[in-house]
Structures are given as C-alpha cells and as structure tokens.
C-alpha cells in the first residue's frame, strides 16, 4: 500500500527511470503506450515506442497531465530483457526536444519541420501534418492525408488540447516515401 509520500512521488512521475521499459496508459483511453523512458520534462515524457511485441517504431511523446497510470510489470521487464537480448539501444540520441514547455515543444516541431501524428481527447482518432504557423495558443496544421497527399487547406488546433505526439514512426515515413516517388 502507498503511504502520503508514494503517492506525491507517484504523481510527479520520480518512480519512473530514463532507459526503463513502461507501458503507459492516458486517460479515457483504451491503447497502452509501451516504450523505452528517453526523458521526461515538466510537461511531457518522451518514449521510443514499442509497437508490437518485440519492434520498436518511431517515437511517442505523452502529456503528463493526461497520464492515468504507468506499469513497470513482470511481463513488462521480461520483454525489456527480450529488446536488451536482440541489441536494441535503450537511450536514442533526441534529448534536444523541449519538454518542460507545450509551447516551447511546438515551436521545436515546427522549426525542424517535423511530420507528425496527434491526438486530442480520443486516440482512435489521429491527426498527421506539419505546423505551417504556430500562434500563441494554437497551430495551422498542413494535412498529410492517408493516401500520401499534403492538402492545400490548413486546419486549425488547440496546443493545450494535444494529449499525444507520435513521429519518426514506420507509417508516417512510408507515406512521405509514397509521396516523394507518386508527386
């Protein structure tokens, strides 16, 4: 049972370790975020996401406010002795991303011109593009479709109502690979 302190030291996320294997899940969620710990900021924690099994794919960064509970199991450190096994780096070199700040995160994403997914309250629902102005509390987003196409429309989103940030990841690089051989 936790005592005053655990649960303070639960909720400022000090149980959880850089280079460890957690799956993570946010709230009004029903998808599990396994990953590696890459870092954690003020606002954010950055994840070398496993996909499936015993793949890793791209990167996953995770709102802390939206953090519901995070698992460090048997089965979780059975699979991270698997990764270590097949000789999977546990810490990637990305720790110039700016996580103590949602603003500062996004103007990052933007001045790298960094193709994302997000999402906002549900998960099954993601958002791919790239930010072609940011404001102070909002973004224009330039739409990547599903079919490799970029749209001319741009749409508009809240910052603070991000939850997830997923890049760097197998779909959306096989879909700017389409684009660049189709256009």
């Not at 330039?142 to 940030?165: A, E, M, S």
Request: glycine share 4%; net charge neutral.
């Amino acid at each position: 049972m936790f005592d005053e302190q655990d649960i303070n030291n639960y909720k400022t996320y000090k149980f959880m370790e850089i280079g460890k294997l957690y799956s993570i899940t946010l709230r009004n969620s029903n998808e599990n975020y396994k990953g590696i710990i890459q870092n954690i900021g003020k606002e954010w924690i950055l994840l070398y996401r496993l996909f499936t099994d015993y793949m890793m794919d791209g990167y996953v960064l995770l709102k802390k406010e939206y953090i519901h509970e995070f698992i460090r199991d048997d089965a979780i450190c059975f699979t991270e002795e698997v990764l270590k096994a097949k000789g999977i780096a546990f810490i990637q070199p990305n720790n110039d991303i700016p996580l103590n700040d949602t603003y500062t995160l996004f103007e990052w994403l933007s001045n790298k011109r960094i193709v994302f997914m997000f999402s906002l309250k549900e998960d099954n629902i993601g958002y791919v593009g790239m930010i072609s102005k940011i404001l102070s509390k909002s973004f224009y987003l330039q739409v990547f479709d599903v079919d490799g196409h970029w749209w001319d429309k741009k749409l508009i989103y809240r910052i603070g109502t991000v939850r997830r940030i997923d890049f760097n990841t197998d779909y959306i690089e096989s879909l700017l690979a389409y684009n660049k051989v189709k256009y």
